[in-house]
């Protein structure tokens, strides 16, 4: 008797657990963070970053580029689009960049800290008081007794990563 009633009554909280998790994901709201009302918006304009920075890394541009718009594509139901999307990102990478960060006791550098910066600005042609021009930066640092060649295609795909990261919050998941 006993073990007829736990059982209707771990049903019963599987079904309220099961429920309560469908239902969170009402006007487009995923796990993923995306907060998207499907009804209004469908399409998203991703305009390729031109490097405006002194210091040029070259795969960094394309690299760049393709995880932003794999970012959309995985984690959204939008369609991008050439031109004319119910949302647009654009904007340049505008800063590459390193600098030493620590020093060591015998006062060389210890640490070296690389940082890409991008300049982003978000058009919601659904709603206009979203719309924004931001920088983002992400760094990464590295032990001064490795080369920047050795490390470089490593640490600019986290920050990539991670400036990715950053922009999908900013324009999509309103936090």
């Known amino acids: 008797m006993d073990w ?6 771990g049903t019963f909280w599987v079904a309220i657990l099961s429920f309560l998790l469908t239902s969170c994901a009402f006007e487009g709201y995923k796990f993923n963070g995306a907060s998207i009302d499907y009804s209004k918006m469908k399409t998203i304009q ?8 002194s210091y040029v890394w070259g795969p960094m541009g394309p690299m760049f580029n393709n995880q932003l718009k794999d970012q959309f594509a995985d984690h959204t139901k939008l369609t991008q689009v050439k031109r004319n999307g119910d949302l647009k990102i654009e904007g340049e990478i505008t800063q590459y960049q390193q600098r030493n960060k620590s020093v060591s006791s015998e006062g060389y550098s210890a640490q070296v800290e690389l940082s890409i ?3 982003v ?22 032990e001064s007794t490795q080369s920047l060649n050795s490390v470089q ?5 986290q ?7 950053q922009i999908f919050n900013a324009t999509v998941a309103n936090w």
């Open 153 to 157: 295609e490593e640490l600019v795909t």
């Open 159 to 165: 920050m990539v990563k991670e400036l990715t990261d």
């Open 117 to 119: 910066t991008v300049n």
């Open 121 to 142: 600005r978000f058009t919601n042609n659904v709603d206009h008081t979203q719309d924004f021009e931001r920088s983002f930066t992400a760094t990464s640092t590295y």
């Open 46 to 53: 991703i305009v390729d970053f031109p490097i405006r920075a």
């Open 4 to 9: 007829t009633i736990n059982r209707t009554l």
